[in-house]
């Protein structure tokens, strides 16, 4: 296994250790300027931020569900030749809401297997012009469509599921789940590149219309457009670039069976223990040394739930540390600085790429008055439909 692999032989010359060395990102949202466009300006800002030529780029990972959305698939290729580089290899990677995770993934395990000592990686989505109905209506081709989607259970309804489960076991409240939502806009609010800007309360949660009983309007991540990219190189490369560059430390992907009634409990996601495990062992640390995470709240009861099975808190305490604030950007462990899905958006395709723009602003200064503070060690969790794929990574700062 490359977890074993990347650890156990860190030290041979063939195994380099990776980087993250820039980072870019569209603004999340509505946005009117085509497909590849987002993705071309994302991977530009990356480019920029890493001082380097694009000549200097191997090949590029791009992360896409819907591109037929906006009349291009087969994006790999088509970024490449705008960016100047036709010449270089390309992967198109679709893994759900989890697809920008998994490209990273990838372009990790082939800079880490010495492939290629410079990467970019990118993901984009453009939905939003298609309308609620078409883009509700596609997402849940992503569920098991048989069991799932085709029988009527759309992603709000899937989870709306896990969430009665979880305050019936757990005995929370709709109350708690809503304080999830408040702070995650209070983030967002101080995010520039967010989709919802907009300061709300837990009453303004508990009043916004119910999309599928408990969850309701605020519980929810919105249909957003946008485009992330980041260069993923050797140590080596980013040494002879730059001062200001990340460590990524651990790597861990995991699976849960694809449906919800094909699992044991509704309340916890396998495939996030799964990976978080095995990236906590290549990363030689426990939840506990991690300072701060942008995981995966599509809707506030999976915060809930990543947040425990990341082994942050014990099963069931998680909405006990919301309502301490532990989660708060100035809190123990602050949970979606940028936002999250909730509020600064959930572009599929963008998402997992996004979380590392994240957590590269934040290890290299460059988060603003998001800053989570002190922080060194941050992690990054993105799954696709209910978390049947999943891929954790461990960043350190240098
Ligand atoms: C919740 C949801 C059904 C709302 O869709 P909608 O009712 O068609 O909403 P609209 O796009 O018409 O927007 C209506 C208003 O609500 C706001 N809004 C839309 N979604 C929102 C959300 N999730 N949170 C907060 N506000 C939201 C819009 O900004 C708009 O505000 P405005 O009138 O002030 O401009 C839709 O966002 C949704 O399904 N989200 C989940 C997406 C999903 O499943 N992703 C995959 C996860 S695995």
Known sequence: ?????????????????????????????????SITDITIQASIGAIETAGIDPKEIQAGYISNVFGIADKQVHLGPVI??????????????ESACGSGSVSFREAFANVA??????????????????????????????????????????????FASMARAYLTE??????????????NHENGLLNPKAHLRKK???????????????????????????????ILCSEKFA????????SVIGSGRGGSPATLQGRDHMTTIPSTKIAADAAYKMAGITAKDVDFAEVHDCFTIAEIVDTEDLGFFEKGTGVQAVREGRTARNGDIPINPS???????????????GQVVEVFEQ????????????????????????????????????
């Open 200 to 230: 709300i309360t837990v009453d303004d949660v508990m009043k916004s219309a119910v999309v599928a009983s408990p969850l309701k309007l605020y519980d929810c991540c919105p249909f957003s457009d946008g485009a992330s990219a980041v």
């Open 113 to 158: 297997a010495g492939f290629y000592d410079a990467v970019l990686v990118a993901g984009v989505e453009k939905v939003t012009h298609t309308g609620t109905e078409w883009t509700t209506t596609y997402f849940s081709y992503c569920s098991d469509f048989f069991y799932e989607g085709g029988a009527g259970a759309s992603f709000p309804g899937l």
């Open 363 to 398: 290890l290299t200064g460059k988060a603003g008055d998001r800053t989570v503070k002190d922080a060194q060690i941050g992690l990054t969790h993105n799954f696709g439909a209910t978390g049947a794929s999943c891929a954790v990574h461990i960043f350190k700062s240098v």
């Open 1 to 33: 296994m490359l977890e074993g692999f990347y650890r156990d032989r860190w030290s041979l010359r063939f195994v380099e250790k990776v980087c993250v060395l820039g980072a870019g990102s569209t603004k999340y949202g509505k946005l009117e300027d």
């Open 239 to 246: 040494k002879e670039h730059s001062k200001n560059y990340v």
């Open 80 to 93: 490449m030749s705008n960016l100047g580089i036709p010449e270089k290899p390309s992967l198109s990677i």
């Open 170 to 183: 757990f005995k929370a409240t709709e109350e708690d789940l809503a304080m999830v939502a408040v702070k």
């Open 339 to 353: 936002g999250g899905l909730k509020a600064k958006g959930h572009p599929i395709g963008a998402t997992g790429v």
